[in-house]
């Protein structure tokens, strides 16, 4: 099993910035990648980043380009999520994501990222 703890979420005006943060623990032996999806009201759970563990590849969803940067800490586990230049329609709860080797998926329980207009 692997235990993801998020932070990082709150409350930002338009055009602000902020970082969430996701601890990885347990299990973490075989990490294929870590990244972030996002889920807002009404809608269904959508892709927001990703990088591999291995190498540091990262992936973007084209909402996200430009605008947030995902990094990782391999000693302490951890991924991040640089959000700049946010919008109000980044409005959504933020989860985390980690992937095993064999695709097995785990989710943190989600932080909430509202951003006023």
Same mark, same amino acid.
């Given at each position: 099993? *692997? ?5 990082? @979420? #709150?409350?930002?005006?338009?055009g602000? $910035? ?6 990885? =623990? ?9 990244g ?10 959508e892709? *927001? ?5 291995? @190498? #540091?590849s990262t992936?973007?969803?084209? $909402? ?6 995902? =990094? ?29 080797y #064999? ?11 509202t951003?006023?207009s």
């Amino acid at each position: 099993q *692997v235990q993801l703890v998020e932070s990082g @979420g #709150g409350l930002v005006q338009a055009g602000g $910035s902020l970082r969430l943060s996701c601890a990885a =623990s347990g299990r973490t032996f075989s990490t294929l990648a870590m990244g972030w999806y996002r889920q807002a009201p009404g809608k269904e759970r959508e892709f *927001v980043a990703r990088i591999m563990w291995s @190498g #540091g590849s990262t992936y973007n969803a084209d $909402s996200a380009k430009g605008r947030f940067t995902i =990094s990782r800490d391999n000693a302490k586990n951890t991924v991040y999520l640089q959000m700049n230049g946010l919008k109000p329609e980044d409005t959504a709860i933020y989860y985390c994501n980690y992937r095993g080797y #064999g695709a097995t998926d785990y989710w943190g329980q989600g932080t909430q990222v509202t951003v006023s207009s």
